[in-house]
């Protein structure tokens, strides 16, 4: 609607209250530049530490009711046993950029510390910016 009225205006030649505010000018890289750089940071730590991360436990040292990463066929898992034991495995990559996933204990979800992508412990995509889910992968 402000788009329109803003366009509108700029035909008739008329003042408007929000062409300023809404005007694509007001963007200024210098000011984001630093997020930017923030972010590409810590997405190369993030694949570093993924690359270098070595599991220390094996499914069978995960107790009920917890997850954790192990080393299954020479690939990192993401396993989570349910507290009847039952075992949900996933890729710990996540599907957008391809960041090691981290277990929410709390939430019993997979959580991507690079642009915050969440899963299920079954694997289901919760929240993107992924756009598919893990046992996808």
């Known amino acids: 609607m402000v ?79 349910n507290n009847d034991g039952k075992e949900f495995i996933v890729s710990t990559k996540c599907p957008h950029l391809g960041c090691q996933l981290g277990w929410n204990a709390d939430e019993l979800t997979w959580d991507c510390p690079c642009h915050g992508s969440r899963f299920d412990y079954k694997g289901r995509l919760i929240g993107s910016p992924a756009t598919k889910d893990l046992i996808d992968n």
């Open 3 to 81: 788009s329109a009225m803003i366009i509108s205006d700029m035909i008739l030649d008329k003042e408007n209250d929000f062409s300023e505010i809404f005007s694509p000018k007001r963007f200024d890289l210098s000011l984001s530049i630093g997020n930017i750089a923030n972010d590409m940071i810590e997405t190369a730590k993030n694949f570093i530490a993924q690359k270098i991360y070595i599991p220390s436990s094996k499914i069978e040292h995960i107790k009920n009711g917890h997850a954790g990463i192990v080393e299954y066929n020479d690939e990192k898992i993401g396993v989570y046993k």
